[in-house]
C-alpha cells in the first residue's frame, strides 16, 4: 500500500479519482527502483519509452558539454520527468542523476497506448496534467531566456 500511495504523489495523477488511479496501478508496476546518490538514471541520447515519476529522493536533469553540465532542473518527490522521449520516441534530451538515496517509479509506452484504447478518459486526464507541467516548464524556461538576454 506504501507504494501506491508514492505513486498517487505524482502530478501525472492529479485529475483522476481514487478509482481510475487503481485502474492505472493495475496496468503498471508499483515497484519502485532504487537509484543512490550520483547514480545515472537516463542518459542523454539513449532511447527512451517510458516516463520516471519520483516517489521520494531528488534528481538533477542537466545538459552535457565540453566545460560544464548546464543544470536545467531538479525534481524531487511528486515530479516526473522523460516525457519527451515518451511522447515524441526521440532519444533522451538530457543526463538524469539521483542527488541523493531515490525511489522511481515508471510508466511505459505500452501502458500509455493500453490506457488510450482501454480507457481514454484516464489517458486525457493525464494528458491534460502532463500538458500543465510541461506548459509551466517552458514558462520558467522563457524567464530564463528572457533573463539571460537582459544581462547580455
Known amino acids: 500500500m506504501d507504494e501506491i500511495t508514492g505513486l498517487r504523489q505524482c502530478l501525472l495523477f492529479q485529475e483522476l479519482t481514487d478509482e481510475e488511479f487503481l ?50 532542473a531538479e525534481l524531487g518527490t511528486g515530479k516526473f520527468f522523460g516525457e519527451m522521449s515518451l511522447l515524441d520516441k526521440a532519444p533522451r534530451s538530457a ?4 542527488l541523493e538515496q531515490t ?34 516548464r517552458i514558462r520558467v524556461l522563457n524567464e530564463r531566456i528572457e533573463g539571460i538576454l537582459s544581462a547580455g
Open 23 to 72: 485502474k492505472i496501478t493495475q496496468i503498471m508496476s508499483t515497484d519502485a527502483e532504487s537509484f543512490m546518490p550520483g547514480a545515472l538514471i537516463c542518459q542523454k541520447d539513449a532511447p527512451g519509452d517510458s516516463i520516471y515519476m519520483v516517489k521520494s529522493g531528488k534528481v538533477q536533469i542537466s545538459l552535457p558539454t565540453d566545460q560544464t553540465d548546464i543544470i536545467l
Open 103 to 136: 525511489e522511481i517509479f515508471v510508466l511505459t509506452r505500452k501502458h500509455i497506448a493500453y490506457l488510450v484504447e482501454k480507457d481514454p478518459k484516464i489517458a486525457a486526464k493525464m494528458m491534460l496534467s502532463l500538458a500543465r507541467v510541461l506548459s509551466a
Open 95 to 98: 543526463n538524469v542523476v539521483a
